[in-house]
């Protein structure tokens, strides 16, 4: 998609047995859609089991395109090209987009709007196939703006980025809201209430999730434009890493370094040095800090040395000291 509106679609052949085949980008549809798109999902976002397009405009408007099949007329010899489903227009710009499950289960677009606040667009493809007027219903309808941190916001204008469907407890879906200002909360997507929120002192951007810990629950990743990425799981603990270098993007998913490997989790990050800094396959086996203190006490010999030096087990100053005699021959 580039700034001028022009949306190329391409075919990639990766089951090709020409490997030279394998490796290129075959232009598939090319079509003018409306100028200045900063941001481009694919998504079903109407549960019809296609992926639909939605780009969010810098002049405050969402729209969402559908990929159809014309049948030949009169006044065209048909094809496939990109319908236009719906457009939102909201009342500031817009952080970001990003598909979730609602408490119905069914997909919505959550939309990010400036001083932590979101709507969330429903677009259920069976109420809008009943009426002919499916499309200017949708545009008409009143956008209801919901906010994360009410009366806690130091600027009520500070920009906001969204994700939704962070599976971060079983069975359950919740998402996370981001403000500029450091502040990242996780809320819960059943009451839209915050599970809990981080005041983390960088200003946040790009907001994503991973499976860091692979066990099955996902952890919100972010980063800040002077290279601080944070991973934070549902129990509020957080791993922080610094790359040395300022950041102009960032993503946190999956990627295959060959066909062998298979997908790891993986972070990439654009810095303003002209790099592109990929850290491939990032497991870790917990994200809470686990102690020397904490790894020792689990152990019963360690109970049993405690009782026969006299040291009560809840004493962490006196275990300290011995382990410190211990490693180094020091108090």
Avoid at 55 to 82: K, P
């Amino acid at each position: 998609m580039s700034g001028e509106g022009f949306c190329y679609i391409f075919n990639v052949f990766t089951n090709s047995q020409d490997e030279d085949n394998q490796k290129k980008l075959h232009l598939r549809h090319l079509q003018q859609l409306p100028s200045s798109a900063n941001l481009v999902i694919l998504a079903d976002i109407d549960g019809d089991g296609n992926l639909e397009l939605v780009i969010g405009l810098t002049d405050r408007v969402v729209r969402s395109y559908r990929w159809t099949h014309l049948s030949s007329t009169l006044e065209g010899n048909g094809g496939d090209t990109l319908i236009a489903l719906n457009k939102w227009e909201f009342a500031n710009q817009i952080g970001s987009v990003s598909l979730h499950t609602n408490t119905d289960s069914k997909s919505c677009l959550l939309v990010a709007q400036p001083g932590a606040m979101y709507v969330q667009l429903d677009c259920d493809s069976a109420e809008l196939e009943r009426s002919s007027r499916a499309k200017e219903l949708m545009t008409e309808m009143p956008l209801e703006y919901q906010s994360v941190l009410s009366g806690k916001l130091r600027n009520s204008t500070m920009t906001t980025e969204v994700l939704g469907d962070v599976k971060c407890v079983s069975g359950r879906s919740h998402f996370a809201v981001a403000t500029l200002d450091g502040v990242l909360t996780l809320v819960d997507g059943a009451t839209g209430d915050p599970v809990w929120s981080l005041n983390l002192e960088h200003q946040l951007f790009s907001l994503t999730k991973l499976d860091v810990t692979n066990d099955g629950r996902e952890e919100v990743v972010v980063s800040s434009w002077d290279g601080h990425t944070y991973i934070v799981d549902y129990e509020q603990n957080v791993l922080r890493f610094h790359l040395d270098d300022s950041i102009s993007s960032f993503k946190a998913g999956k990627f295959s370094a060959s066909a062998e490997s298979g997908n790891a989790p993986c972070m990439v990050f654009a810095t303003l040095s002209n790099r592109v800094v990929l850290y491939y396959d990032i497991r870790v086996p917990r994200i809470p800090l686990n102690t020397l203190l904490n790894e020792m006490s689990s152990l019963s010999d360690c109970q049993r040395i405690f009782t026969q030096l006299g040291i009560d087990k809840e004493d962490e100053k006196a275990i300290r000291h011995l382990y410190n005699f211990c490693l180094y021959g020091c108090g």
